[in-house]
Structures are given as C-alpha cells and as structure tokens.
C-alpha cells in the first residue's frame, strides 16, 4: 500500500472541503473495500479523510413516523439491533448475510450503499421500502430517494466530495422478504439478491445483482397491483415480467441463464408467501 | 505521512511512531512484538488477524494504525493469562484443533468474543461466529468440538466462583 496524507476532520464541512482539494482523495468509513483496493494498489489515494470523526449521525434512531440510520452505522449494528429485526427484519437478515462477522463489525451501511455495487445487500431491502439518502456538501443537505442514488456500476448520484449522511426509512406496517443466494451459503458476495415487500396490498419487488443497479421492477408490480385476485397464473406473470425486465451477466458467480433461472423461482417464491398463494 | 501515535493493545498505551499505510496488525506485529494475529489473505477473508476492536472481532489487515488511535484493542496475548493457558486454547488443544496452527490466534479471539455474548452457543451460532475464519487443515470438525467444550469449561469454572 503506497502512503498517503491521514486527515481526521470534526465537521462534515471539513470532511467536504479536505476531500475537494484534491482528485484523488477518498473517504474512509468501514475500510473494509477501500483498504483492500488499496492494498492490491487499485487505488493510490493522495488523502484518506476518516469520516469516523467527522460528527456524522451514529447509531439507529425510532421516530414516531420514520426510522434514521447514520451511514457510519455497521452491519454488525443493524443485523442485531432488536428494533430494526423487529421493524424491518429483511433488513436486519440482509445485513446479516453481507460478508463475515468480522466484516460485519467494521464495514457501514453507508459504505455498502455508496459503493454501489450492483449486488450490495443492503440496498434492495432499502428500495422496497423507499427509503430516501440524506446527502451532504457541508452547506446544504438533499434528500434523493434510494432507487434513484444507483446510477452504475460503482456510481452514485453523489456529486463530488458530497457524503451519505443518513438513511431515513418510512414507518410501515408492510411486510417484506429478502432473499439472496450465492455459492457458499455465508460470507460470499451473491450471485442474486432480491426484495419483495407488500404493503397495503400494493407488491415492491427489487432485483440486485442482475442489472448495472439493483432495480424496481414496476411492470411486475402493477401486475400485481391491478389485480383483483392474486393466483398462481399472475405470479407466474409478474415473474415473467422480472425476467424480461433484467439484463444479468455471466460471470464467476453464475452465467446470465442462471441468474435468471433463480430470480424466476425466488422471485415467485417470495411473491406467493406474502400473497398467501401456494406455488 | 508518519505520525506518533498512542495505541491501547490489551490494557497498556503504546507510544509509536507509524506510517499513514501501515495497517494495525502490521504494526501489532512488527513494532509491538505481538506475533499472535497473522497475515493471511490480507482482504479481510480468511480471519487469521482477528484482533477485538472496540468490544468486537474485526480483521486487523483491513484496520489503519492510524485509525486505531483511542480505540481497546485486545489480541490473543491479551486474552492469555500469565502463567497458563486461557480454557478456550487448552480446549483447541484437547480437542485436536490445531494443526499448522495459522488460523488458531484468529480462531480463539473470535471465540473469545462469541463465549462472552452468548455462553451456550448452537452449532449452528457456533458456524455462522467462524465463518469469517478459515481452516484449511482440521475441517472445522475438532474446531467445531473444541469451542463446545471451552464453553462447557468456562461455564464450570464460572459456576465454581459463585
């Protein structure tokens, strides 16, 4: 690993201006991608700027009509935080399925998020439940919603030195399944990750890793949505209309047929367990 | 950049003096004598630098010196006591755990940390612990075997001090 400058800046603003001065500085919060691009020399980093001591929001927060998330909040945190298993346990279990306990530990939801990863577990639960990223310059904050934060592979709506401060989550009473599948049933990145969630009889169904981003399939859902009766032929619709909706790859985790092959079964799978409906 | 910094392993404050790349275990290793945590993978898969972090086991390969200022940090030494063996490394001894022996300081602080939160774990709890920890040797078997018996040992030991 080359050297570079540490800073440890106490304000988000500091954090913003630090990260400006210069094209090659990153963000530091888990460390657990970005020390090991590093280490292997992908990335050669001028500046690292610890965001750890930037005064972010920490920690899970219960408001009466929505749940926050600081983005330096670890996966450890939420896959054991007894109200978010409570709350929004297809977060908790995702969070739960990211790496190993010992990555658990270090790596953040925000880092998951905004590395962007077309497979990051963490943020089709997040789309489901249309979750919105407070995002920070130092002056002022927006609000962009998590569907619309994934742009690519690898790419965000952040603009440059802007940071993912928190994760703000609608209360609902809806109900949600995650499901992902990879070679080894833990540690492993997955092959296919998905979200279906049903609130108010209304289907959210999320695909990752089968796309440039995890994506909403919104044919799929108004499938669902529109119909007076859920039986097993609209199921096997609205997973048609997954199928023909994403472009997976083929690569070391599984060919594009395979992908495909398995968002079909699960994607079915999860639909008839929350409308009730053997299939 | 280097930098003076103060590190607390294992109860003690250590003045030293460190590179911006060096990572902890690195330094835990090279500037600190304590050899216990290995490199293996050095991407934060195989668990061989587990250290406890701030009350939790994380890859020390993957950890920045220079981000370990301020934060408890405990290696194996740490959890070994003076004059024997800790009854989490008898019972790997017992058992037949270790064999070449690389992933056994990683193996033990992971377990270290899961006996104290959860004293009576499943096989099951006892697989998803370690799976950030790999074996190439015993085929988790006897590892599996020892970490049940070193939490039948502490219990007995914990029950006779009441």
Do not use: W
């Amino acid at each position: 690993m080359e050297n570079f400058e540490f800073i440890s800046p106490i304000t988000i603003k500091g954090a913003v201006n630090q990260y400006k001065k210069g094209a090659n500085n990153y963000y530091l919060a888990g460390g657990t991608d970005l020390i090991v691009l590093m280490r292997e020399g992908i990335l050669v980093p001028e500046k690292i700027i610890d965001l750890k001591t930037a005064g972010l929001p920490s920690g899970i927060k219960k408001l009466k009509t929505e749940i926050r998330i600081g983005a330096l909040a670890t996966l450890s945190e939420i896959e054991h935080s007894s109200f978010i298993r409570k709350e929004i346990p297809f977060l908790a279990e995702a969070a739960g399925k990211l790496g190993s306990p010992l990555t658990r530990n270090r790596a953040t939801i925000g880092g998951n998020l905004c590395n962007a990863s077309p497979a990051a577990d963490t943020a089709t639960p997040l789309i489901a439940v249309e979750a919105k990223f407070i995002l920070s310059d130092g002056k002022k904050e927006r609000r962009v919603k998590a569907e619309e934060f994934f742009k690519g592979v690898k790419q965000t709506d952040l603009k440059k030195g802007e940071l993912l401060k928190e994760i703000v989550i609608p209360r609902s009473a809806g109900k949600g399944i995650f499901y992902k599948k990879s070679r080894i049933k833990l540690v492993d990145l997955a092959t296919v990750n998905m979200t279906v969630y049903r609130a108010k009889k209304k289907y959210r169904i999320v695909i990752g890793a089968c796309h440039i981003t995890p994506l909403r399939i919104r044919a799929a859902e108004e499938k669902l949505n529109k119909a007076k009766k859920i039986d097993l032929a609209l199921i096997n619709d609205a997973a048609a209309l997954v199928i023909k909706t994403i472009k997976p790859i083929s690569d070391m985790r599984g060919s594009a047929e395979y992908r495909k092959q398995l968002v079909k079964t699960h994607v079915t799978r999860l639909i008839g367990e929350l409308a009730g409906v053997e299939v | 950049m280097s930098k003076d910094i103060t590190l607390n392993v294992n109860g003690i404050d250590h003045h030293v003096n460190i590179q911006g790349n060096e990572t902890l275990l690195k330094v835990l290793r090279d500037k600190l004598g304590l050899t216990a945590a290995k490199e293996g993978c050095g991407a934060g898969e195989c668990g061989a630098c587990a250290v406890i972090y701030n009350g939790s086991p994380a890859s020390s390969c993957l950890i920045l010196a220079i981000e370990a200022e301020g934060v408890e940090i405990l290696t194996l030494e740490g959890i070994t006591p003076k004059d024997h063996l800790h009854p989490i490394q008898q019972a790997f001894i017992d058992k037949g755990a270790v064999q070449c022996g690389f992933c056994t300081p990683g193996m033990i602080v992971t377990t270290y940390s899961l006996l104290k939160s959860n004293p009576d774990p499943t096989e099951e709890e006892i697989k998803k612990a370690i799976s950030g920890n790999l074996c190439r040797c015993t085929g988790y078997v006897q590892i599996i075997e020892a970490i049940r018996e070193a939490a039948r040992r502490l219990k007995r030991s914990k029950g006779r001090r009441k």
